[in-house]
């Protein structure tokens, strides 16, 4: 029994941690009106620790999808 709640424990903590470190979605996902650009409501739901603003080169208030790859490449890091 104490070996059970162990390994539940143990699974419990791996879950937490995947989830924690999960990936960006991808830019369909996140662009979900489908306008063809994350807006900051959008790229906020994606949970990213990037600051948006970092991210958009353009300074137009959206990411396009070369703007919003750059998330994507450097969680492949």
């Known amino acids: 029994m104490k070996n059970t709640s162990m ?31 994350v807006d900051a409501a959008e790229f ?4 990213s620790k990037k600051k948006f603003a970092s ?3 353009n300074g137009d208030g959206t990411l396009d999808k070369k703007e919003y790859s750059v998330l994507l490449d450097e969680d492949c890091e």
Request: glycine share 6%; no cysteine.
């Open 7 to 37: 390994i539940l424990a143990a699974a419990a903590a791996l879950l937490a941690t995947s989830v924690a470190f999960a990936a960006p979605p991808s830019f369909k996902k996140a662009d979900t009106n489908g306008d063809g650009m």
């Open 44 to 47: 906020e739901a994606t949970k």
């Open 55 to 57: 991210l958009d080169k």
